[in-house]
C-alpha cells in the first residue's frame, strides 16, 4: 500500500504579489515623475540660454551702433553723453535712438528692451548697453560695456 500524502499547502501568496504590484507601481511613478521633472528643467534651461543669446546679440548690435556713429562724428557722439552724470537712451530694432524719459518700452520682438547709457569720463566715453527682458515673474539683462575715444 501506498502511503497517503497530504497536500498541505503552505501560507497563502496572494498578498505577497499584491505588495510586489503596488511596489512596483510606486517606483515606476516615481520614475516617470523625475523623468518628466528633468525634461522640463531642460527645456527651461535651453530656453533661457537661447534667450541670453539672443539679449547678448542685440547688446553686440547697438555696441556695433555706437561705434558706427562715433566714427561717423566725434562731436555728434559726444553729445549723446554730454549731460551729467549720465545719459539713457532707449535704441529700438530699426536703430531709432529715443532719450529716455521713465524706462523704455518692449521695443525688440515684443521681448526685450535695450537701453543705452553714455557717460563721459575726459578723456573717454564709457558706453554701458542693458538688453533686459522677462520670462514670467522674473526679469533678466544681459550686459555689455566698452569705451570710446577720439581716435580720428
Not at 555696441?63 to 562731436?75: G, I
Not at 547709457?117 to 564709457?126: I, L, N, R, S, Y
Request: aromatic letters at 10%; glycine letters at 6%; charged letters at 15%.
Amino acid at each position: 500500500m501506498m502511503p497517503l500524502m497530504h497536500n498541505v499547502s503552505g501560507p497563502s501568496d496572494h498578498g505577497q504579489t499584491i505588495v510586489e504590484i503596488i511596489v512596483v507601481v510606486g517606483v515606476a511613478v516615481i520614475l516617470v515623475t523625475a523623468l518628466v521633472a528633468s525634461s522640463t528643467i531642460a527645456l527651461k534651461s535651453g530656453q533661457f540660454g537661447k534667450m541670453k543669446s539672443t539679449a547678448v546679440q542685440y547688446a553686440q548690435e547697438a555696441l556695433e551702433m555706437t561705434r558706427n556713429m562715433r566714427d561717423k562724428s566725434w562731436d555728434d557722439f559726444y553729445t549723446y553723453g554730454d549731460s551729467l552724470p549720465s545719459e539713457n537712451w532707449c535704441l529700438d530694432k530699426q536703430g531709432t535712438w529715443t532719450p529716455q524719459v521713465i524706462s523704455c518700452l518692449v521695443n525688440i520682438d515684443s521681448i526685450y528692451t535695450r537701453t543705452v547709457t553714455f557717460a563721459w569720463q575726459d578723456p573717454q566715453m564709457k558706453v554701458d548697453v542693458v538688453v533686459s527682458w522677462a520670462d514670467g515673474a522674473k526679469a533678466y539683462n544681459a550686459t555689455l560695456s566698452t569705451y570710446f575715444t577720439q581716435w580720428r
